[in-house]
């Protein structure tokens, strides 16, 4: 076996570079749904909660029996590797037809538990497929006056469903670090949180969560992921009962330079957390950061606009 011979300050340098992924396995909305659950028992959002979980479980079973799903043309995967892009940018991915046969099937699987959410759905079915991508544009560009409240869930689920299995296809090894780091590598898309591991080579590391595709990529602690700065970050929590600070499973990052925030899941404190199931569970922080003046800059695709 041939190869190259690294000297003893290479292989240290080497062991020293963290880890730039972590990928979730193919199982990933059934693990979400089984977090919600667990969340929801005494949770005030309890019915919304389990709503969203039944919503995964469908997207679980989409993911697990796809329809056919034409992702990017095998030329343009190579372009965006050669120039450090986002293979899967979501920019235009959005706005082609590939994932619209995903929203088909996750809407044929999903059963409305009130004429509400019902609805919603109908409304879904009957729109043709220029008006679910202006939705579908809408909700990833942040642009919410765009889609209707209701069916932004609906929409979003579709789309991760999408994303997650385009990201799942990829050869190993063929995501890139690139320098937008506070973007997802694989989509271009913000973080819904980050996630501070604490297992094997990972530990201690944060990485942030994709809020379309679920891809997790390592990003430097105590840096806002939003401006880049470092200086006068501030960590805050609410206060449970026997559960100090430094303790707390969930803290939002507040930068005081962007006024903005991104929540933090400790595993150390709650292995199970899960990012965007532990987003929504948590969204009494979201109220009283803004009390505090702070913005949130995640978008969470599972939560209706203007409902945290």
């Known amino acids: ?5 690294l000297e003893p300050g290479q292989i240290e340098a080497a062991a020293n570079i963290p880890p730039f992924l972590h990928l979730p396995g193919h199982d990933l909305f059934s693990v979400r749904a089984a ?3 667990r969340l929801a028992a005494g ?9 969203v979980a039944a919503l995964c479980d469908a997207q ?8 056919a799903l034409p992702g990017p043309a095998p ?7 050669e120039h450090g892009m986002p293979p899967f940018a979501f920019e235009a991915l959005v706005r082609a037809d590939g994932w619209l046969a995903v929203l088909d099937a996750l809407l044929a699987r999903f059963q409305a538990p009130n004429p509400e959410v019902a609805q919603a759905i109908s409304q879904l079915r009957e729109a043709d497929a220029g008006q679910r991508k202006t939705w579908g544009v809408g909700l990833l560009s942040g642009q919410y006056d765009l889609i209707p409240p209701a069916l932004a ?15 799942l296809s990829l050869p190993d090894g063929f995501l890139v670090e690139s320098e937008a780091t506070a973007l997802c590598p694989a989509c271009g898309s913000p973080p819904v949180s980050g996630m501070i591991r604490h297992r094997g080579k990972h530990n201690g590391l944060r990485y942030l969560a994709c809020s379309l595709c679920s891809c997790e990529w390592h990003f430097v602690r105590l840096k806002c992921s939003h401006c880049q700065e470092s200086k006068h970050l501030a960590h805050l929590s609410l206060e449970r009962e026997g559960v100090s600070g430094e303790q707390a499973p969930i803290r939002a990052e507040a930068c005081p330079n962007c006024q903005g925030y991104l929540k933090q899941c400790y595993l150390e404190f709650d292995p199970d957390a899960e990012a965007q199931a532990d987003d ?14 702070y913005l949130r800059r995640a978008p969470n695709l599972l939560l209706a606009p203007g409902t945290d």
């Open 1 to 5: 076996m041939s190869g190259q011979i």
């Open 75 to 81: 030329e343009a995967l190579a372009r965006s590797r």
């Open 153 to 167: 869930p609906f929409v979003g689920a579709a789309l991760q469903v999408a994303f997650s299995h385009w990201l």
């Open 280 to 293: 929504l569970a948590s969204l009494d922080l979201d109220l009283c950061l803004a009390d505090e003046g």
């Open 60 to 67: 679980q079973a989409v993911l697990d029996n796809p329809p």
């Open 43 to 51: 949770h005030p959002l309890a019915g919304y909660l389990l709503l």
């Open 35 to 37: 977090r919600l659950r």
